[in-house]
């Protein structure tokens, strides 16, 4: 049986989320453990495995980085030893899910920065990688995250959305991937899915037509609260961000050729001017969220503690309360057995006062 693996790469608020769930509706497999959808967040649900995300950060542990750096692996970082273990998590999973299916999705927004282990694994299965490459603009993306987080840095950002994309396309070639927009997905979907169909030689489980209402359904576009249409503003970022997105829009459904790669390794070297130039900034953000990391883990250790103290403190009282309830229902059955007693005792008084009041009437 042909097996295929397709990713869905993208940076993060990228529309990754809204490509896996039409997929899930025509019929793709995502039968694994999923991370759980926020409503205020993604209520539509993030489709990703459980599993798969943490393996990738397990990845990003390993080098000290945190999933939303815009800093680089080390050069040959894919041979460092630590990584062995990865590698059998990433088989067996692969293994696990893949087993009885011809085709599995696979969507985590990290697997931008991470996917060459991924593909490596692949190629040891004899499971052939397909890639859908899907981005947003910039200033949508950044401003998504900032209502996540309002604290989250504009700049930071955008770095890490100029190393999701360019990475994205490391392992991937002109015949096994299809590059689409957020905005295309919403607004044309099944002109979208025909290309991808068509270009990446895949045959979804479900015809689309047989299921294009709850495609519509899915896609609500009133779930988008950021439109930006207008020149990136952002210098000196702005030149790199707008040709990066500008060539992403001029391969908009379809294959990247090598023309396309070539200015992905462009991009790359003028990307790499601008990691130097903000690696300090870089360092005083991971310092910060570090930061922000150990007063979060503070706060969650001192509220664990006060629950405990809490629940303590409230067990006691509830045996208290229960010796307590003990004590009077003991004390009422005391008085209780004490009443009857004396009822007992009035009741044979009475009943010998009315004899001795019939005998002496009848003597008189």
């Known amino acids: 049986m042909n097996q295929t693996c397709l990713f869905i790469l993208g940076m993060h608020r990228s529309g990754t989320s809204a490509m896996a769930g039409v997929l899930s509706i025509l019929g793709a497999n995502f039968n694994f453990e999923l991370i759980k959808k926020v409503v205020n967040d993604n209520p539509k649900g993030y489709w990703e495995s459980v599993e798969v995300v943490d393996i990738n950060n397990d990845i990003f542990h390993i080098y000290n980085m945190h999933y939303m750096d815009f800093s680089s692996f080390p050069n040959n970082w894919m041979e460092n030893e630590m990584l062995i273990p990865i590698r059998q998590r990433i088989k067996n999973w692969f293994i696990k899910y893949l087993s009885k299916e011809s ?49 989250f840095s504009m700049v930071n950002g955008f770095l890490v959305w100029i190393a999701h994309l360019l990475d994205s396309f490391e392992c991937t070639t002109p015949n096994n991937s299809i590059i689409i927009s957020y905005n295309k997905l919403l607004n044309a979907p099944f002109l979208t899915l025909k290309q991808c169909s068509n270009i990446l030689e895949l045959e979804w489980p479900l015809q689309v037509e ?4 709850k495609i519509n359904m899915f896609l609500d576009p009133s779930l988008i609260h950021h439109c930006h249409e207008e020149k990136i503003s952002m210098p000196p970022l702005n030149n790199l961000l707008q040709s990066i997105f500008n060539s992403l829009k001029n391969y908009e459904l379809t294959s990247p050729n090598k023309e396309f790669y070539s200015l992905i390794e462009t991009f790359q070297i003028n990307f790499k001017e601008y990691k130097d130039l903000f690696s300090e900034f870089h360092i005083n953000y991971l310092h910060n969220l570090n930061a922000e990391k150990i007063n979060a883990k503070e706060q969650i250790e001192y509220r664990d503690a006060l629950i405990a103290e809490i629940t303590k403190q409230l067990d006691a009282e509830k045996i208290n309360a229960k010796n307590q309830i003990e004590y009077r229902d003991a004390l009422i059955a005391e008085i209780t057995k ?14 010998y006062r009315d004899a001795l009041i019939a005998k002496i009437s009848k003597q008189i």
Not at 103 to 115: F, S
Not at 138 to 144: D, F, K, L, R, T
Not at 210 to 213: G, H, K, L, Y
């Open 210 to 213: 047989t299921v294009s209402d």
């Open 103 to 151: 085709l599995i999705v696979v969507k985590d927004p990290r697997l931008c920065r991470t996917l060459p282990i991924w593909v490596d694994t692949l190629q040891e299965l004899n499971i052939k990688p397909k890639y859908i490459h899907i981005f947003r603009h910039p200033m949508e993306v950044v401003a998504s995250l900032r209502t996540r987080d309002n604290t």
């Open 338 to 351: 004490q009443l009857d007693a004396e009822k007992i005792n009035a009741k044979n008084q009475i009943e």
